[in-house]
């Protein structure tokens, strides 16, 4: 471990300060961001890789991204990108853990990350997500670069969530030894949430001098629409993202079924990434399969949808990270209801209506409550938009990163 822990102490400006200008004469990165995801991808962890790394570049770093060869499509990004094999594939991997990753994507990965540092001078690896620190570690050895670890979730967390539930005690208890282990590998640790810094301070014995915030931004111009679309007489909810278990999509289908015996206009809009077969037989059963509506998952069209929508819900109870989709619900000043597990930036009653996990009475109520009453509906959406416009942005956490590798990198490692 190098000596920037102690000096990283100081790197902690206020999220809301304004984002400085590069200044004439200062340092530049090399950084190579390992993604072991698909990319681009709309979804958390790929989407913050991809806007931090635009980030930094639009700051004058240099960032290359070495990831798998899947993405969701032929967009172009903005950095350059090695990929573990030449023919890319197009396909929406699913969220979480597979033997495909395990035993051939991520060893594929740690081979060109190898072959890309050897290639080119590099002055930080910045790892993402615990499968990025692994295969990132390696590399460290040869070549000396100091490892940033970017901390998205906790495993002990998430990884339950996939297996059958006689598996999950000792999934989880594996995930929690994983937590506490791995991230001593890096030279720091960067945390999506002050949930995930506590959880290794207080529960793993890291030092506090070892792990820095960065929360994620988000893109608020690409949220000013002009003209709200008309109305066609149908309120809508909307969900958007994944679903995946630990999103707990059946709680807010129970919560949806709910509260459309009240109002039997609501209807469910589900912007996902994912085939809906899992919830088929439970959105039967709960006579809500014809108030669904599947829509595309694309971020062009993401605006769009959130306009048109009068309420946007966030049932996941469990989220030690920042849900991206919370962020873009806040920018599109649309009123949330939301589990209190995903709540991270919801202040109750001012800027949303924060939910105790799995009460699913109190969900419907809620939302019942923001369809029966628009105007408290439209302030605590205008209150959500004007706190992330004022205290969000990728370039914040650009800039924040900034800080944390100046102090990480001796000045004459970048200069030589």
Known sequence: MSAAGS????VAPALNAPVREREAGAQRFRVAMVAACPMPSRRGTPLRIERLAQALSARGHQVDIITYHIADDAQVLEVPVHRIFSKPLYWRMPAGPNLRKLFLYDPALAVKLWQVLGAGRFDVIHAHHLEGLLVSLP???RYRVPVLYD????????LPSYGPSFTRRLVGA????????????????????NDIRD??????????ERISVVTNGVEMANFRLGAPPESD????LIYTGTLAPYQDVDLLLEAFAKARRVRPDLRLSMAVSD???PYEAQAIRLGLRDAIDLLPDSFDELPRQLAASAVAVLPRMHCPGIPQKLLNYMAAGKPIVCSAGSAKLLE??????VIPNGDVEAFSQAILRLVANPTLAQELGSRAREQVEHSYSWGHAAERLERIYEQLIPAAAVAR
């Open 7 to 10: 000096l990283l102490s100081a």
């Open 348 to 353: 109750n009653e001012r800027t949303g209506l």
């Open 199 to 208: 959880r290794l301070i207080q529960r793993h014995g890291m030092s506090p």
């Open 139 to 141: 590399a460290r050895l």
């Open 151 to 158: 901390a998205h979730t906790m495993l002990s967390s998430e």
């Open 174 to 193: 594996t995930g929690e030894w994983l937590d506490g282990v791995l991230p001593r590998g890096a030279d720091h640790v960067v945390s999506v949430t």
């Open 233 to 236: 007489g149908v309120t809508r």
């Open 275 to 277: 085939p809906f077969e």
